[in-house]
């Protein structure tokens, strides 16, 4: 980060910040979705009773699954922040940083304490791309986690479509409620892919 | 062996041979219809043997000496002799009923004996011996002797299954509030999930295994129905086969219990308004004898049973001008229905023409009535009718009535609950979906598809959402969408009656949740009946 110009860096939080209310705001939607799929199957499996006792569990697990997948989106949430707040106070101690920079050298004579005031803002920007790297290391971790959840869910969904394959009486119900739910898992993915390419374009 | 059990076999029985004689009626040279009576009698015979009941007895004795002198052609299996074993039923079920009263029955009516006496004069002289020694006084010795019949099966008092259920209901409720406690405890002990996860499946085997105690075939519900149609064949001229399929399918007894009066109304229905006189139908170029065909078939978890003729069916408009003139609905409302929908406006209070025509029951058990005998089952009924092939009334329940699986939902910070088995599905709410038409709320679910939009916020409290800004969440029913502020999970409920509700309530019980708040269950029609009654005035 430190390679990058201020008005780059603040381009690029201000690319993330932007990413990430877009992700968040999604995220909320999808996931209700999701969990509304799961609650969809289970009613179906509730209204058919015993016959469609193995898509229960797909079913069930499906639900477990979209509720994983909520805990750790908000954990997911809880990393972003510490991120964004580092962004912000990177952004502010460069700009301090940067008006420092620009005095003359007559004017940094006759004031040595700004030199040392230099110091401490390049100590802080050090410090803060630190906190930033942690940050991100944790953000990526936990986007890791939550798509590790969609790929639980992507195979839940296939068990439920092999299911529903072997239904034959109620094939046409399960089979829209099994591409319903493929179809929320794989926006998910999508959104998640989206989002980490935003925060790899700035924060490789 | 309890008393009341053995009555309760005894009058099986003889619904049975009433059955069989009707049978034997309508084809006489059918073998397995006379083994059949053959064998129910046998029934009858050590039922009566078990209970003790010399009289009684001796007077079965005499059935099965008439009916091996069918079985051996001794006897003509005409209509003088089904019409004398008819009567010796009769009388064995008066008995039957005294002794379960614990009183000693009144003697065989002597033209009773004399018809007996006359048909048997034709088997022998042995066989007439035997019946005609059964014909005197007919003293009694009611001490049970306790006789042991040894079978595979025993019989329980239905109010021991009854509690059973109860308490198989109490521990669903606990096992959910167990479920909810292990989920919010310990989310990552994997252990005690795993034992509450088989907690719940043995509770569910448990539940289901109880259920299926109380269960009892269809042919039950089915057993009045031939004597019904051929009385009233009789009664309004008219020639009528009745059909009966899916008596092997069972159901919660509560339910063959009460739904014994409204199918017999169906029946009624039928066979009065339904099917057309012999002269009629050949006119129109159906066969004479028309057909009543009552059907129970599985579903799932359901159970649907059809009542259906081939007579000259219900004629939509006929229903709609009388549902306008009552007031039962407004003009503007009957413009949106199709005419399956107007066709089954039949089942609103004040349908019912006053006139001869528009095959509408106008006696006995009313078709509001047996709606609301069917959702006060949790069931639903709907009719089909084509003016060339006839009306079809169908009914569908829940297989039991021990379990009611609900759906949870919040609606602001409250948490209701309604019957899964009225969820369509659920939807997200669009606020560029939703229309006004004539006044009245509707919101498009999908391309070409616009159903009605019942905001419970505004219904319930009052204050409606706003789709957009509030949290909303649609419920598909088949009544109209449901908005709510989020659909929150299902679970296996137990309906405790709601005492204080007045009489016209929104709900239909209450339950315990998983997270022990009480929660009150939607009566999603009562809802929809209100809100369409309210638009009608």
């Known amino acids: ?204 | 062996m309890d008393t009341g059990i053995l009555t309760e076999i005894l009058a099986e029985s003889l619904l049975a041979t009433r059955q069989g004689l009707l049978q034997l009626e309508s084809n006489p040279a059918d073998p397995e219809a006379l083994d059949a009576c053959c064998r129910t009698f046998q029934t009858i015979i050590d039922s009566a043997n078990a209970l003790g009941a010399h009289s009684l007895l001796a007077w079965c004795r005499n059935l099965d000496g008439l009916v091996d002198g069918l079985r051996r052609s001794a006897l003509p299996v005409d209509d003088v002799t089904i019409g004398i074993l008819r009567r010796c039923i009769d009388f064995v079920e008066q008995m039957s009923e005294t002794v379960a009263r614990g009183n000693p029955p009144a003697p065989a009516p002597p033209e009773l004996a004399e018809s007996i006496q006359s048909l048997v004069r034709g088997l022998g002289e042995g066989a007439s011996e035997l019946l005609v020694g059964h014909m005197g006084a007919l003293a009694l010795d009611e001490s049970a002797e306790g006789a042991s019949a040894r079978r595979d099966t025993i019989r329980v008092e239905s109010s021991r299954l009854d509690r059973a259920m109860s308490q198989v209901g109490e521990l669903v409720l606990l096992r959910n509030r167990l479920t909810a406690a292990v989920t919010a405890m310990s989310p990552g002990d994997e252990n005690l999930v795993r034992l509450a996860r088989e907690t719940d499946l043995a509770v569910d085997d448990l539940q289901s295994t109880v259920m299926y105690l109380r269960m009892q075939p269809s042919r039950r519900l089915f057993q009045r129905l031939p004597q019904v149609v051929r009385d009233l064949s009789v009664q309004y001229g008219k020639r009528a086969r009745l059909v009966l399929e899916g008596g092997d399918v069972e159901i919660d007894k509560v339910m063959i219990e009460a739904l014994a009066e409204p199918l017999l109304a169906l029946v009624r229905n039928a066979l009065e308004h339904g099917l057309e006189c012999p002269r009629e139908r050949a006119a129109v170029g159906k066969t004479e004898i028309g057909e009543v065909r009552v059907t129970a078939e599985h579903l799932g978890d359901k159970v649907r049973i059809e009542v259906s003729d081939d007579g000259r069916g219900v004629d939509p408009q006929r229903v709609l001008s009388i549902v306008l003139a009552r007031r039962v609905i407004c003009q503007a409302d009957a413009q949106r229905l199709n005419q399956e929908e107007l066709l089954n406006l039949i089942f609103e209070e004040g349908a019912r023409p006053s006139d001869e025509a528009g095959g509408i029951d106008r006696r006995g058990v009313g078709l509001a009535r047996i709606r609301r005998v069917i959702q006060s089952l949790r069931g639903r009924v709907q009719i089909k009718s084509n003016s060339a092939a006839g009306a079809c009334v169908s009914i569908e329940l829940p297989v039991s009535l021990a379990v009611l699986p609900v759906l949870y939902f919040k609606l602001r910070r409250e948490t209701y609950a309604l019957p899964v088995s009225l969820v369509d599905n659920l939807i997200e709410v669009e606020p560029g979906h939703l229309h006004n038409v004539s006044g009245r709320a509707m919101v498009q679910i999908a391309p070409g598809s616009t159903v009605p939009y019942i905001d419970l916020g505004q219904r319930l409290h009052g204050v409606a959402l706003r789709p957009g800004r509030d949290s909303c969440e649609g419920i598909l029913t088949e009544h109209g969408l449901l908005v709510v502020s989020a659909a929150v999970g299902i679970e296996d409920s137990v309906v405790k009656p709601l005492d204080i509700a007045h009489r016209e309530s929104w709900y239909q019980g209450a339950t315990i949740s998983g997270e022990g708040e009480v929660v009150l269950i939607l009566d999603v029609p009562a809802l929809v009946h209100s809100l369409r009654a309210g638009d009608a005035a």
Not at chain 1, 33 to 40: G, P, Y
């Open chain 1, 1 to 204: 980060m430190s390679h990058l110009s201020l008005e780059e860096m603040r381009s690029g939080f201000l690319g993330i910040a932007d990413a990430t209310f877009e992700f968040q705001r999604n995220l909320k939607r999808r996931l209700r979705e999701i969990d509304r799929k799961a609650l969809n199957a289970q009613v179906l499996v509730r209204r058919h009773g015993q016959e469609l006792a193995g898509y229960g569990v797909v079913a069930r697990s499906f639900r477990d699954g979209a509720q994983r997948l909520q805990q750790a989106a908000m954990q997911l949430q809880h990393a972003i922040h510490p991120l964004m707040l580092g962004f912000m106070e990177t952004l502010r101690d460069s700009h301090q940083a940067e008006q420092l920079q620009r005095l003359s050298v007559a004017v940094r004579e006759r004031a040595p304490q700004l030199n040392e005031t230099l110091r401490r803002h390049q100590h802080m920007l050090e410090m803060r791309s630190d906190q930033s790297r942690h940050a991100t290391l944790r953000l990526s971790h936990m986007l890791k986690r939550v798509e590790h959840i969609v790929t639980e869910l992507e195979y839940v969904v296939i068990n439920g479509r092999i299911e529903a394959a072997l239904k034959t009486d109620v094939r046409t119900a399960l089979t829209q409620v099994s591409a319903d739910m493929n179809k929320a898992v794989i926006q998910v993915r999508q959104l998640l892919r989206e989002y980490a390419a935003s925060i790899g374009r700035v924060l490789p």
